[in-house]
């Protein structure tokens, strides 16, 4: 409930704000292509789009850290939902990768640092050794999309595919074992 309302209290401010023609910035995890369309139609409007995209090398660094914070009293995430999340904005940054006027890869795992940067599509700075979560995202941008946009769009559609993937993984595991 107090999430609802924070994010209720936030659409309005940032309705405020683009009334008034103000600059303002907003945490998202990018993981629906809405969210994409919406910041393609501010910019027409005239907004500087920056995408600051904050990353780890792997999801089990996020679950702890969702651990961690639960303990704190704050909000759970379910993993499944964290992994979905976070392929299907990834996905989505890469078929949106010309549309930001300044996109940074910030990589968090450890220390955060800047991995990447590009502006409209164009990358003008890369991290020598990047960590390998941004090494795949890179090589992702050379291969064609291996999904749709349009499929993009639901974030069941990767709940799919991961429950699908987990399946068969953990069938060869227990082939493994056996």
Known sequence: MLAEL?????????KKYIADGESFAFEN???EAKTF???????KKGYRI????IGV????ITTKRIQERVKRGEHHVPPDEVF???ENGLKLMRHYFSLPDKLLLIDNTNTRFTCLEAEKGSVFFQLADPPKWVKDFVESLQM???TSAKSLDSIDEVRKLYAKTKSKTENKDK???D
């Open 29 to 31: 995890n990018l993981h």
């Open 37 to 43: 369309q919406w910041l393609e139609e501010m910019q």
């Open 50 to 53: 920056e995408v600051f995209y």
């Open 175 to 177: 082939e493994i074992s």
């Open 6 to 14: 924070a994010r209720q209290y936030g659409s309005e401010q940032m």
């Open 144 to 146: 064609k999309p291996a």
């Open 84 to 86: 979905a999340r976070y």
């Open 57 to 60: 090398n792997n999801l089990q």
